[in-house]
């Protein structure tokens, strides 16, 4: 998962991930089929975690919390020095799907809350769902990127901060 995390898919040879792994290309073939066969099952394995910034998002119980808890986890989980910086499926183009579910995760959400709020004053319409997050969206690609490019928790948690403005209470 590094390696295509750090180079993405199509900057990712056989060798290299033969290389990292220690087994022959024969070996990668006939455990994982291929490279895309390996690629797919590392981003299920990464969008499986439950540490995962749409994942813990879906717990908010306002849609302002939703996107606080998404932000907080993406300011944490994109620059812990554990693993590369930033976001694999935010990074990755070939990942353009991967990228609407988890959109449609968190338009979802929002669309419950909405329908579940509908009686208080301060509740959004559920057509803005598809909106609101689609603005969570843009914000965690903008930070993996920011995170990318060597950008600190702090940084990333001050734009955060400051995109969280335009959420009403």
């Known amino acids: 998962m590094r390696l295509f995390w750090e180079r993405g898919?199509?900057?990712?040879?056989?060798?290299?991930l033969t290389k990292e792994l220690g087994?022959?290309?024969?070996?990668?073939?006939?455990?994982?089929?291929g490279k895309r066969a390996l690629f797919e099952e590392a981003v299920a394995r990464y969008e499986g975690s439950p540490a995962s910034v749409t994942t813990v998002g879906l717990?908010?119980?306002?849609?302002?919390?939703v996107l606080q808890i998404m932000l907080d986890q993406a300011a944490r989980e994109y620059t812990i020095?554990?693993?590369?910086?930033?976001?694999?499926?935010?990074?990755?183009?070939?990942?353009?799907?991967?990228r609407a579910q988890n959109r449609e995760l968190t338009a979802a959400?929002?669309?419950?809350?909405?329908?579940?709020?509908?009686?208080?004053?301060?509740a959004a319409p559920s057509n803005e769902s598809d909106t609101l997050a689609a603005f969570a969206h843009v914000l965690l690609a903008g930070l993996?990127?920011?995170?990318?490019?060597?950008?600190?928790?702090?940084?990333?948690r001050r734009v955060?901060?400051?995109a969280l403005r335009a959420v009403p209470e």
């Open 109 to 122: 959400r929002l669309r419950e809350l909405a329908h579940d709020a509908r009686s208080g004053s301060n």
């Open 81 to 98: 020095a554990t693993h590369p910086r930033g976001c694999l499926v935010n990074s990755e183009p070939a990942l353009a799907v991967n």
């Open 59 to 65: 717990a908010g119980e306002s849609p302002r919390r």
């Open 9 to 16: 898919y199509e900057r990712t040879s056989i060798t290299d």
């Open 23 to 33: 087994i022959a290309a024969p070996s990668l073939y006939a455990a994982f089929g």
């Open 160 to 162: 955060a901060e400051l």
């Open 144 to 156: 993996s990127s920011y995170a990318r490019d060597g950008a600190s928790e702090e940084q990333l």
